[in-house]
């Protein structure tokens, strides 16, 4: 042997061994733990007690799913298996673009108003929105979200919400192959049929894209933004209020058109798979159209009253925040306002306090029923189970706005436990995410959603279809 081939072998001898997918599901899963015990008021609340049960009796079970790991896909499995076991979305490990291939296929599954199984979207020519899937190989469909959905997606607690998670039935990842569905049932009124189906794969870094087309041939809106000022029924669909270019463009839109908005018979504001992003957003949306005092009362007249997790962990996800907003060409204005958030941290954790409590005695009443409102027209908030945290943020004030009824669907809900922070995960896969703060007195109870006054009929919610239905209102 030549003393180069002896040298390499020798120098990679000396290199560390990449770890296993085992190992790296098990230091993530540590990772999430002390994300739980020293980012969040979990184990310092005696008033949610659910979330200490699960951080000690989830994670045996997660460690055991995390030793069996021989893949990326029974990696991250076991690390939802945990984070889905709190019932808090605010809770998540969140996986970035170095995940790989992803197992897809052309239709997007989901539920109906009475909880089966149906195809939400598809470009797949033998199979329709509106189809329900009864079975798989052998398997009842329930039995297959029993399977791959219950235990890693969705919140439990929030039933009529699991539908959102029913596309884990038919996408995976490169490897999964053997455990997803492969031969199904499907059935259109009385007709049944067989389906095999077809799967491909496809790099990660396009698969929003293609639940984007999947959702638009479907039961939900294919745009994120839109502005329709029609003088009989007006219509505003934002579904998001996540910061970007385009939510600025949105709202100024929004302004140069209020007043035609104002005026209409009807306003609809089609809020269907808004997930939230930034109150602040929504906030800006109601005081564009109902004005800045209407605005101002809703929102000053619920109990801001909370307690803030205060320790070191959190101060150094702060540093960690703020160096990637730097990194990324925040504003100094949004950077000013997380160095503030920190700095009222650091006495306590000097102290070794570990919750801060901001207690709100400034609570005036809702905003009267009769109140003059500039929105001349009925107003119509169009909502499903899609809407969660910011979303319902924005529903706590605007339902308080005159005139103003809610349609469509049960929404999300989301805990008490809020106002996210993240961290890196040691496999460097991506990121824990953990909330900071609990809601004391909030106007929603943990886990508790908004029920529409007026409930969508049943079936696909397609654009087409609720424009129609509204007109009918």
């Not at 605010?90 to 909880?115: F, K, M, N, Q, W």
């Not at 259109?188 to 049929?193: A, I, P």
Request: hydrophobic share 40%.
């Amino acid at each position: 042997m030549s003393m180069t081939m002896m040298m390499a072998l020798a120098a990679a001898a000396l290199q560390p061994a990449e770890p296993s997918w085992s190992d790296k599901a098990l230091m993530d899963l540590e990772a999430i733990r002390e994300a739980v015990a020293e980012g969040t008021p979990a184990l310092h609340d005696p008033a949610n007690p659910s979330y200490a049960r699960w951080y000690e009796n989830g994670y045996p079970q997660a460690q055991y799913l995390a030793r069996q790991a021989d893949g990326f896909g029974d990696y991250i499995r076991a690390l939802r298996f945990y984070t889905a076991g709190f019932e808090d979305s605010h809770i998540a490990a969140y996986i970035e673009e170095e995940a790989p291939d992803r197992l897809v296929t052309p239709h997007l599954l989901g539920s109906d108003a009475d909880g089966n199984v149906v195809v939400v979207g598809s470009k797949d020519a033998r199979i329709a929105v509106g189809d329900r899937l009864l079975g798989c190989d052998g398997k009842s469909a329930l039995a297959w979200v029993g399977e791959l959905v219950t235990p890693f997606y969705g919140n439990r607690a929030i039933p009529h919400s699991m539908g959102n998670s029913y596309w884990a039935l038919t996408f995976g990842y490169g490897g999964d192959e053997d455990r997803l569905p492969k031969r199904c049932t499907f059935a259109r009124e009385e007709e049944q049929r067989i389906v095999d189906l077809d799967y491909r794969l496809i790099p990660n870094s396009e698969l929003n894209d293609l639940f984007a087309e999947l959702r638009a041939s479907g039961s939900a809106s294919g745009d994120t933004f839109a502005v329709d000022a029609d003088p009989d029924l007006s219509w505003v669909r934002v579904g998001t209020f996540m910061p970007s270019d385009d939510m600025d463009a949105f709202q100024a839109e929004v302004a140069d058109k209020v007043e035609a908005l104002r005026s209409a018979t009807a306003l609809v504001l089609d809020i269907r798979g808004n997930g939230g992003g930034w109150s602040g957003k929504a906030d800006l949306l109601l005081r564009t159209l109902f004005g800045e005092t209407l605005q101002q009362q809703a929102y000053k007249s619920l109990d801001w009253t909370l307690d803030y997790r205060a320790s070191q962990y959190v101060l150094d996800a702060y540093d960690y925040r703020i160096e990637n907003m730097i990194a990324g060409g925040a504003s100094e204005a949004d950077v000013t306002r997380i160095r503030n958030a920190r700095a009222n941290l650091v006495d306590a954790v000097a102290a070794g306090e570990p919750l801060v409590a901001y207690i709100d005695e400034d609570n005036p009443p809702p905003v009267a029923a009769d109140a003059d409102s500039p929105v001349q027209g009925k107003v119509y908030i169009l909502a499903d189970a899609g809407c969660g945290s910011a979303c319902l943020d924005f529903l706590d004030s605007a339902l308080q706005m005159p005139n103003v009824t809610l349609i469509g669907q049960p929404t999300h809900a989301d805990a008490i436990y809020n106002d996210v922070l993240t961290a890196p995960l040691p496999s460097g896969y991506g990121q824990v995410v953990f909330p900071k703060k609990v809601f004391r007195n909030r106007v929603r109870d943990h886990n508790q959603w908004y029920s529409p006054e007026i409930a969508w009929p049943g079936g696909p919610m397609t654009d087409e279809a609720v424009r129609a239905w509204v007109k009918r209102l």
